[in-house]
C-alpha cells in the first residue's frame, strides 16, 4: 500500500517562500515520475511540477516556472518543492502524486498525498 505525506505547508507573506516535503512509503517509487498538483477553493486540481524517476527531467505549469523547483532524493524516498516569490494566486492545497503519467494534453497522478495548505497573504 503506498502512502504519500505532505508537509511544510503554511502562511506566508506574498514574496515569502516554502518548501513542501513528500514522504513516500509501501512502494517501490524511485523508479517512477513523482509531482506535485494543486488545488485552489473551487477550482479543479492542476499539474505544477513532475521530476522523473531519476530526477534529470521536471516540467513545471507556466505559472510556477522559474519560482518553484521540484526535487527527489531516491535514498529517502522523498519528494520536495521549493516555492519562492510566492503570490496569493498560488494559495491552494498541495498535494503529492505518486506514478505521475500523461494523461491527454496534462498529467495525473495514481497515488496522492492527504494534501498540505498553502496560504499566501498580500
Known amino acids: 500500500q503506498v502512502q504519500l505525506v505532505e508537509s511544510g505547508g503554511g502562511l506566508v507573506q506574498a514574496g515569502g517562500s516554502l518548501s513542501l516535503s513528500c514522504a513516500a512509503s509501501g512502494g517501490a517509487l524511485s523508479r517512477y515520475d513523482m509531482g506535485w498538483f494543486r488545488q485552489a477553493p473551487g477550482t479543479e486540481r492542476e499539474f505544477v511540477a513532475r521530476i522523473s524517476g531519476s530526477g534529470a527531467e521536471k516540467e513545471y505549469a507556466v505559472s510556477v516556472k522559474g519560482r518553484f523547483t521540484i526535487s527527489r532524493d531516491n535514498a529517502k524516498n522523498t519528494v520536495s518543492l521549493q516555492m519562492n516569490s510566492l503570490k496569493p494566486e498560488d494559495t491552494a492545497v498541495y498535494y503529492c502524486?505518486?506514478?505521475?503519467?500523461?494523461?491527454?494534453?496534462?498529467?495525473?497522478?495514481?497515488?496522492w498525498g492527504q494534501g498540505t495548505r498553502v496560504t499566501v497573504s498580500s
Open positions: 502524486a505518486g506514478v505521475v503519467v500523461r494523461a491527454g494534453a496534462g498529467w495525473r497522478g495514481y497515488y
